[in-house]
């Protein structure tokens, strides 16, 4: 049996990824900085290139071998399922919780199941995170790319949505 060595392939990047990667890079450096916790920090540093590395992986089975935002959105996704099961994985090991980590989960749960909310619908969801707690960590998701604005409502409230 002979194996003969693969050329490698140039992969480019399409409209918007370079921006999106950096932008969630500086989200999670801002997190992670926000954070008291920084027993995370070297993960969340990390993340950002495990994300390009999957739409790279999402883009090379097309064949087309230029990496579009949907492969980004995708990798994006995947990083930051990654992200909540790190949290999840830290509380179980540690017996301090990282509060805030769990409370992000916590606002990424609601807004998933209500399909948009406002800080308020937090607050009413989960009575332990106050309004004004919940659009602070409601800003960071979006910071991160984990959430998106949907609308504005008539109390000039930005209503979010689960990303990509």
């Not at 301090?96 to 989960?105: L, N, P």
Request: proline share 2%.
């Amino acid at each position: 049996m002979t194996v003969t060595a693969v050329s490698p392939e140039v992969c480019t990047l399409g409209a918007g990824v370079e921006d999106a990667f950096y932008n969630y890079k500086n989200a999670l450096d801002d997190l992670a900085a926000a954070s008291n916790n920084t027993d995370l920090d070297g993960n969340y540093s990390r993340f950002p290139e495990k994300a390009l590395r999957v739409a790279i992986l999402l883009a090379s089975i097309e064949n087309h071998h230029v990496i579009d935002m949907r492969h980004w959105g995708r990798a994006q996704e995947i990083a930051e399922r990654w992200r909540r099961s790190l949290h999840n994985l830290y509380r179980a090991f540690n017996s301090s919780e990282d509060e805030d980590g769990q409370k992000e989960d916590r606002v990424i749960e609601i807004v998933r199941r209500l399909g948009t909310a406002t800080p308020a619908d937090v607050n009413r969801e989960a009575r332990m995170i106050s309004t004004t707690k919940a659009a602070d960590l409601m800003q960071r998701l979006q910071q991160a790319g984990a959430l998106l604005p949907a609308k504005i409502t008539h109390k000039n409230t930005v209503m979010y949505q689960l990303a990509v």
